[in-house]
């Protein structure tokens, strides 16, 4: 199982061979979930699996629901917050425009990993 940009998939032999859709899952309970399936891994269908974080999410309690929900508030606007810090170095930078650009998509890329 590895997270790549914020999706967690299940990968055998180097193969994607499955991929746990957010969905319309929050932010929070889709980090919970994955968090959850990464550590209670087995052998087991990945939909047994994921029904199962699923469960985790739902007999959490709402204080920690919420403790939760702060966390993943506070990585947004850090992430929005050095997203915009670095953007503004780039643009003081001299180089070519699309030398550039490609840092900037790569940049707004992850601040996009920890929208809510």
């Known amino acids: 199982m590895e997270m790549i940009d914020g999706v967690l998939y299940l990968i055998r032999d180097g193969d ?3 991929e746990f859709e957010k969905g319309k899952l929050t932010t929070g309970a ?3 979930m994955t968090s959850w399936a990464i550590q209670n891994y087995t052998d087991q269908p990945p939909e047994e699996l994921w029904r199962q974080a699923e469960n985790a999410w739902e007999s959490l309690s709402l204080q920690n629901k919420t403790a939760i929900w702060s ?3 506070a990585e947004s606007q850090n992430s929005k917050d050095i997203c915009d810090g670095l953007l503004a170095t780039l643009n003081g930078y001299q180089g070519f425009s699309n030398v ?5 998509q ?3 890329d992850v601040r996009d990993i920890f929208k809510e």
């Not at 550039?100 to 900037?104: D, I, L, P, T, V």
């Open 106 to 108: 790569a940049i707004k």
């Open 71 to 73: 966390i993943v508030i």
């Open 30 to 32: 889709y980090k919970h």
């Open 16 to 18: 994607i061979v499955h």
């Open 100 to 104: 550039k650009q490609a840092f900037s």
